[in-house]
């Protein structure tokens, strides 16, 4: 790697999908498509400057991680970061988006309904947080957990359980597959904003 300047430092597609947690390909689509700036070097390959990666990941909500950050670009950063609503009860997902985007005035939401729907949001997106109810159509909730926490394929973002389901070792078999938080339906709303708020305080 070699650097524009001091700060900025340019990466190769590969690079690039490994720090997104997608395949090179995906990476190299994305420059083709010119949604990701980029220049070629002499011998035909592609190199993208920090600076317009972490624009591109910022317009795509993408968790960016730290070390790709300098000093001036943290402060943006927490203010870009995005948060995933996978509920296939519509009017609780409406009512968390409306009450959480007060709490998170700078954040991005996204909702989603269904298994199918949240997968593809869950690549193209990046949440850097995901509210993950367990029993969606065509998903299996826990495994999602799962690959969400173990995985580099969705950037490893803050998973927040929120279930009806009444099985006593729900909350047990989540969090030893790396749930952050687990709540129970009804939820009470301002537990669960307090709680995030803390765990996202983290960062």
């Known amino acids: ?10 990466y190769s597609a590969l690079e690039i999908a490994n720090i997104c947690g997608v395949v090179n390909q995906t990476a190299i689509n994305w420059i083709r498509s010119g949604h990701l700036k980029a220049f070629s070097t002499p011998g035909g390959q592609y ?6 990666l972490i624009e591109f990941m910022k317009k795509r909500g993408m968790r960016i991680p730290a070390a790709i950050l300098d000093t001036e670009d943290k402060e ?7 948060i995933l609503i996978v509920d296939d009860d519509q009017g609780l997902n409406a009512v968390l988006k409306k009450y959480l985007e007060k709490i998170f005035p700078d954040s991005t939401f996204y909702q989603a309904f269904d298994g199918f729907d ?3 949001q869950m690549v193209d997106k990046q949440p850097y947080c995901v509210l993950l109810d367990l029993d969606l159509p065509g998903i299996n909730g826990f495994d999602l957990c799962k690959r969400l926490k173990t995985t580099t394929e969705f950037n490893k973002p803050y998973v927040i359980i929120i279930t009806a ?9 989540v969090l030893k597959l790396g ?3 687990f709540f129970k339906k009804p939820l009470n709303l301002s537990v669960l904003a ?10």
């Not at 190199?47 to 317009?52: E, N, Q, T």
């Not at 389901?165 to 078999?173: A, H, P």
Request: no cysteine; glycine share 2%.
């Open 47 to 52: 190199r993208v400057y920090s600076d317009d």
């Open 1 to 10: 790697m070699s650097e524009k300047s001091n700060k900025t430092i340019v």
């Open 76 to 82: 943006s950063f927490t203010k870009s970061q995005s």
């Open 194 to 203: 307090e709680k995030m708020q803390n765990l996202l305080k983290k960062d």
């Open 179 to 181: 749930a952050d938080l």
């Open 165 to 173: 389901l009444e099985d006593d070792d729900v909350k047990q078999q």
């Open 118 to 120: 949240a997968g593809l």
